[in-house]
């Protein structure tokens, strides 16, 4: 299913630029054609096969996600769903090297987070380590000149220059990123759908923008997130070979979101304005800032875990786990395809943002008479831990 709405949300992107654009797609489909169609296959079938591997190994060591009071699953699913994109990601970068800039740095990052991602998702670490090796690793992104230093032109046509206030809201960008994509982790498919979108728009916008290594890294990226995807729905094995992201996985994608996001957004190399940002992770983002405010409004922390994501208001209001993946997946397509349409119609920041609001406004008195109509949930599936981020989960409440 999310493998069709993902086709169906690059078909619609396409149309959509091919039209605003008087027929002009840019590069991205000479660049899948070719060798670089079969490098693109070559990450399929390797991170397919990554995938078996992972979870016959998991199995052996422990790294299993067990029925419990709060997981409501059946069988011992592995979390191996983020080791085996990670290790798509050696794959792509032994194929073309030269695709990701700073790739050594990256990977850094990304190999230190997914390792306590690994251990969290196996022993079940404590919030604050977590956190901190987020922030540490916002400062190593920083350190390397990886930070938001502008937010576009949202001063009426002038740039907005945040001096070292950039490196400020960067941190709170990277950790806030990472923990959108893991709070969205509730359903089977979502995760790794949305990515696809955020991903799939990325790859779009760097292809129009004439970074061809940067549209074929995302695209890669894509790539590797769908053998995942089939394998986390059942497609087609069943469920005897199912898996989870974990939150190894969740961590990994949403760093890796907002290490690309800066790359689209900053420098003169930048190919989309900062605010259209907000349109490619539109659906995690708006929804974690509207379940935390909503906490805060009732007393309670922010963190403290609840049945009112997306998922869980559009399950309770009587649609099937496969109906609701839908659902999101395609708000999520229609929201970044606004973005890329605003930014190859050269609307300035400040109404892109304005564009935005109404967006986050409309979305919130949907979800808000969504909760009214519905009773309050006890914890059934997979409860949070209370000392937990974020989780992955099937039918899940999130850790954070």
């Known amino acids: 299913m999310p493998v069709?709405?993902?086709?169906?949300?690059?078909n619609m992107l396409t149309r959509l630029v091919t039209i605003a654009r008087g027929g002009s797609v840019g590069n991205l489909c000479q660049l899948l054609s070719g060798a670089s169609m079969l490098e693109i296959v070559y990450v399929f079938l390797s991170a397919l096969a990554l995938l078996f591997i992972a979870r016959k190994a998991a199995r052996k060591v422990g790294l299993v996600d067990k029925p419990n009071v709060r997981k409501h699953h059946s069988g011992h699913i592995p979390l191996v769903g983020g080791v085996s994109v990670y290790l798509s990601l050696w794959i792509i970068y032994f194929l073309q090297p030269a695709w990701l800039p700073d790739f050594s740095v990256y990977i850094f990052c990304a190999s230190l987070l997914l390792l306590v991602g690994v251990l969290d998702d196996r022993f079940d670490l404590p919030f604050l380590p977590r956190m901190l090796l987020q922030a540490l690793m916002a400062c190593v992104m920083m350190w390397n000149g990886y930070y938001l230093y502008s937010l576009g032109d949202l001063l009426f046509g002038?740039?907005?220059?945040?001096?070292?206030?950039?490196y400020a809201i960067t941190l709170f960008?990277?950790?806030?990123?990472?923990?959108?994509?893991?709070?969205?982790?509730?359903?089977?498919?979502?995760?790794?759908?949305l990515s696809c979108v955020t991903f799939g728009a990325l790859a779009?916008?760097?292809?129009?923008?004439?970074?061809?290594?940067?549209?074929?890294?995302?695209?890669?990226?894509?790539?590797?997130?769908?053998?995942?995807?089939?394998?986390?729905?059942?497609?087609?094995?069943?469920?005897?070979f199912k898996v989870f992201?974990?939150?190894?996985?969740?961590?990994?994608?949403?760093f890796t979101v907002i290490w690309l996001l800066v790359l689209a957004t900053q420098g003169i190399d930048s190919v989309m304005q900062p605010v259209t940002a907000l349109w490619f992770i539109a659906v995690p983002l708006m929804d974690m800032v509207r379940v935390m405010i909503s906490r805060v409004r009732q007393g309670n922390s922010p963190f403290k875990p609840d049945r009112e994501h997306l998922h869980h208001l559009l399950q309770r209001a009587g649609l099937s786990g496969r109906?609701?993946?839908?659902?999101?997946?395609?708000?999520?397509?229609?929201?970044?395809?606004?973005?890329?349409?605003l930014e190859i119609n050269r609307v300035a920041g400040l109404w892109q943002l304005v564009a935005y609001a109404g967006a986050f406004a409309s979305f919130n008195l949907v979800m808000r008479?969504?909760?009214?109509?519905?009773?309050?949930?006890?914890?059934?599936?997979?409860?949070?831990?209370?000392?937990?981020l974020l989780n992955d989960a099937e039918n899940s409440i999130p850790k954070f």
């Open 173 to 193: 960008a990277v950790i806030g990123a990472i923990n959108a994509f893991n709070m969205v982790d509730g359903i089977d498919g979502l995760l790794g759908a």
């Open 245 to 254: 992201m974990g939150d190894a996985g969740s961590t990994l994608i949403g």
């Open 323 to 341: 109906a609701t993946l839908a659902v999101i997946v395609t708000v999520a397509s229609l929201m970044a395809a606004c973005g890329i349409l």
């Open 4 to 10: 069709k709405f993902t086709v169906l949300a690059v």
């Open 158 to 166: 002038a740039p907005l220059i945040l001096g070292g206030l950039g």
């Open 369 to 388: 008479k969504l909760s009214y109509r519905q009773p309050v949930l006890s914890t059934g599936h997979k409860q949070a831990s209370p000392h937990g």
């Open 204 to 240: 779009v916008m760097f292809s129009l923008g004439g970074r061809d290594e940067l549209a074929m890294w995302c695209t890669s990226l894509v790539t590797a997130c769908l053998p995942y995807i089939l394998l986390n729905l059942g497609i087609p094995w069943g469920r005897k």
